[in-house]
Structures are given as structure tokens and as C-alpha cells.
């Protein structure tokens, strides 16, 4: 079947644009995270949604980072006024956590969007 | 919350020899300890994980072991061939969390 799905695969921005990230997590996945991996960095946790419940928002670095997850599949994330260090790729892992007798925890990720801020 | 630390972050290998990744972690709740292959220009995919009622997982040429007591867990490649040269991720889940926490990643460099 069709994996997580991320576009643009690529985009350059101007300091102090917004930009849209969006990201189609595998069908019937109820988790679906972001991460940020810089060169040469590990991934760091962004966002985690499950399901209906609140979002985990504790690893966005600033205000001007967030993200929604409209009826529990696709999801953007959106970050204000860009900034230099927000250049890196953006990953999004979808998952099926809460089903017993799955591999619930596994992450499938997605190709990334590489964002370059100039 | 939880840190990852993973070391070396390179790792330079001749074909046909073994290589060794190791990781640690913080807290003694983790549970689930998976490790990811990113090839480059390639998304992180899932090669292994254990579970922390289990002491070691083999899946071929590769196997996890974890040491709960001095929480510490390592990847173990034998026979290296050279498409095993990507970077490998560490992660650790928390127990009543669905987040990971990864390392910082291993570089792997397996030489013909």
C-alpha cells in the first residue's frame, strides 16, 4: 500500500516567510509525529498526535512552530516567519499505536521536505 | 524525560568484518528500543527492536542486546557487506509514551 507522503519535497524561503509543510500519514494510522533532522543531527521530536487527543506539543523549539492534523489523517506544519536555523529536512512517521497484536510502535516515516531558508 | 546517547557517531568497517553501535539511555521505564537504517537521501526505516522483557533479539546478519541493569543496548552487524553503509538510529520509548527519543545517529562505512 502507499506509504507516508510529504510535499514539497523541497523548498526554499526567504527569511521571515511562512511556510506549510504537509505531510499524509499511511491510512488508518492513528499516530503521526514530526520530527527535524539537521545535518549531521539525530531527529528531534517535534509533535505527536493520537487520535482525538490533545496534541503533544513539548519538543516545537519556539511559538513560531505548529502544526494541525485535520480529521484525524493529513497534517501540516507550519512555521512563522522562518528563520536561518530553521534550515533542515522535516520528517513525518506515521504509526499504529493502540491496536494490540501490532507492531503498534513502529514509525513509518516519510521522505521529508527539505526546507532551506535564504 | 528520556536522553539517548550513541556512540561512535562514525564507523569505518572492512566488507566481512563485524560492527558495534551502542547506545544508552536515562530512564529505567523504557521499554521499547528500536533502530533505524537512513540510507543517504533516504527515509529512517525499522531494522530491529527489543522489547525490555527480552535480553537479546537476532534477525540474520543482525542483533540487539540489552543490558536493563546498566541501560544500555547494542546493535550488532556481522558479515558487513557494503550496502550496510547508511546511518543508524538508537531510539527508546518510555514506558506509557508513544514518542522516541533517538540518538544522535552512527554513521557506518563498510569498505569492499
Known amino acids: 500500500g502507499a506509504g507516508v507522503s510529504q510535499s514539497p519535497s523541497n523548498k526554499v524561503t526567504e527569511k521571515g516567510k511562512d511556510v506549510e509543510l504537509r505531510c499524509d500519514p499511511i491510512?488508518?494510522?492513528?499516530?503521526l509525529y514530526w520530527y527535524r533532522q539537521s545535518l549531521g543531527q539525530g531527529l528531534e521530536f517535534l509533535i505527536y498526535?493520537?487520535?482525538?487527543?490533545?496534541?503533544?506539543k513539548s519538543g516545537l523549539p519556539s511559538d513560531r512552530f505548529s502544526a494541525e492534523r485535520t480529521g484525524g489523517s493529513v497534517s501540516t506544519l507550519t512555521i512563522q516567519r522562518t528563520q536561518q536555523e530553521d534550515s533542515a529536512v522535516y520528517l513525518c512517521?506515521?504509526?499504529?499505536?493502540?491496536?494490540?497484536?501490532?507492531?503498534?510502535?513502529?514509525?513509518?516515516f516519510g521522505p521529508g521536505t527539505r526546507l532551506t531558508v535564504t | 524525560g528520556e536522553n539517548v546517547e550513541q556512540h561512535p557517531s562514525t564507523l569505518s568497517v572492512q566488507e566481512g568484518d563485524s560492527a558495534v553501535i551502542k547506545c544508552t539511555y536515562s530512564d529505567s521505564a523504557s521499554n521499547y528500543f528500536p533502530w533505524y537504517k537512513q540510507e543517504l537521501g533516504k527515509r529512517p526505516q525499522l531494522i530491529i527492536d527489543i522489547r525490555s522483557n527480552v535480553g537479546e533479539k537476532k534477525d540474520q546478519r543482525i542483533a540487539v542486546t540489552l543490558n536493563k541493569t546498566a541501560k544500555h543496548f547494542s546493535l550488532h552487524i556481522t558479515e558487513t557487506q557494503p550496502e550496510d553503509s547508511a546511518v543508524y538510529f538508537c531510539?527508546?520509548?518510555?514506558?506509557?509514551?508513544?514518542?522516541?527519543?533517538f540518538g544522535k545517529g552512527t554513521m557506518l562505512l563498510v569498505s569492499p
Open positions: 491510512s488508518g494510522h492513528t499516530a
Open positions: 498526535f493520537q487520535g482525538n487527543s490533545a496534541p503533544d
Open positions: 512517521a506515521s504509526s499504529l499505536v493502540g491496536l494490540a497484536g501490532f507492531r503498534t510502535y513502529e514509525q513509518y
Open positions: 531510539a527508546a520509548r518510555e514506558s506509557g509514551y508513544s514518542t522516541l527519543t
